[in-house]
């Protein structure tokens, strides 16, 4: 399982770079629904029907994971560490989904890399 986060997956929908390393994956990653609220926000906002965007991406293999009471708690312990560097919540629940999981996150947020932690975080520019 690979991990996504909401900017990948926008880099994704919108063909930004970097959008051919997400397309590779799609199939065996997943994405929680606190990142998929971001992504959502912006499909509303471009005039888009979020059900079938959904639809889709779960066709084509992606899975959209619920916001769990672990992930909640390594996103509270993350804070200290992660604030110096301005991750917001929905960051550090995406990187609590990938340290609850122990595998691979996507991100196009670079700052990710500085951080310290026991999983791979994979830049996809």
Not at 87 to 113: K, P, Q, Y
Request: with cysteine; aromatic share 6%.
């Amino acid at each position: 399982m690979i991990i996504l986060d909401a900017s990948a997956l926008l880099a994704y929908l919108h063909q930004e770079t970097g959008w051919e390393s997400v397309q590779s994956v799609i199939p065996e990653s997943c994405i929680g629904t606190v990142n998929w609220c971001e992504v959502a926000q912006k499909i509303v906002q471009k005039g888009m029907d979020v059900g079938a965007v959904r639809n889709l991406l779960e066709e084509l293999g992606l899975m959209i994971v619920p916001f769990s009471v672990e992930q909640a708690e390594i996103a509270a312990q993350l804070w200290e560490e992660s604030r110096r560097f301005g991750l917001s919540l929905a960051d550090r629940a995406c990187l609590g989904l990938a340290i609850e999981h122990e595998t691979r996150v996507l991100t196009a947020d670079r700052v990710w890399s500085a951080l310290a932690l026991n999983i791979e975080i994979q830049q996809i520019r």
